[in-house]
């Protein structure tokens, strides 16, 4: 079956980089058609999609932080990375990765999530 | 970017049917996907494509989508629906495609 697990830290502090990590089985990132994608939400707000990254190393942002984001692949070790630069207060949510899959037209939906992490910015 | 407007909230009485909306430009052109989150817990897709459902998803749930406007409808609703809906579509035309709702919170009376 699906699973998809996100690790890393708990807290970070103003300025610093956030480095989290998605480990996933129960399919490849190789296959056409698969990706990962990540989203978060901040306490009481709603979900927000981040990045997503598919079988063919093609790589999408949210625009608003773009310049902040770097996601990449180990498909040998099924693993989904998610880099944050800058990290602020306002970046505190619980971070989600999640299997992106085509429907019908070709647009995309997320099958499988994560549990999710929850991230704190504080000093 | 494509902006999703959802209801903040639809309240609805138990055995009733709720409808939850996402409006969107021409939204009907899309494939539109929801999301039911509670409390505390991960999102689970509950339809996809406007109107499929994921295997182990009732069939009381179903989705609609024309127009400007796509609709989650919940049939016979139950206390265990209570919870965030959240629509989502992918826009492959925009340099941001990954859009959400700002999500509806369903109570269930």
């Known amino acids: 079956q699906v699973t998809l697990r996100e690790s890393g830290p708990a807290l970070v502090k103003p300025t610093q980089t956030l480095t989290l990590t998605c480990t996933f089985s129960?399919?490849?990132?190789?296959?056409?058609?698969?990706?990962v994608s990540w989203v978060r939400q901040p306490p009481g707000k709603a979900l927000e999609w981040l990045a997503l990254i598919d079988w063919d190393d093609d790589k999408y942002y949210s625009t608003s932080l773009k310049t902040r984001l770097t996601i990449s692949k180990d498909t040998s070790k099924n693993q989904v990375v998610l880099t944050m630069t800058n990290m602020d207060p306002v970046d505190t949510a619980t971070y989600y990765c999640a299997r992106m899959v085509p429907g019908r037209i070709g647009d995309y939906h997320l099958d499988y999530w994560g549990q999710g992490t929850l991230v704190t910015v504080s000093s | 970017s494509y902006v999703l407007t959802q209801p903040p909230s639809v309240s609805v009485a138990p055995g009733q049917t709720a409808r939850i909306t996402c409006g969107g430009n021409?939204?009907?052109?899309?494939?539109v996907h929801w999301y039911q989150q509670k409390p505390g817990q991960a999102p689970v897709l509950v339809v996809y494509d406007d109107s499929d459902r994921p295997s182990g998803i009732p069939e009381r749930f179903s989705g609609s989508n024309s127009g400007n406007t796509a609709t989650l409808t919940i049939s016979r609703v139950e206390a265990g629906d209570e919870a965030d809906y959240y629509c989502?579509?992918?826009?492959?035309?925009?340099?941001?495609?990954?859009?959400f709702g700002g999500g509806t919170k369903l109570t269930v009376l």
């Open positions: 129960g399919f490849s990132l190789s296959t056409s058609g698969m990706c």
């Open positions: 989502q579509v992918w826009d492959s035309s925009s340099d941001h495609p990954g859009v």
């Open positions: 021409n939204i009907g052109s899309k494939s």
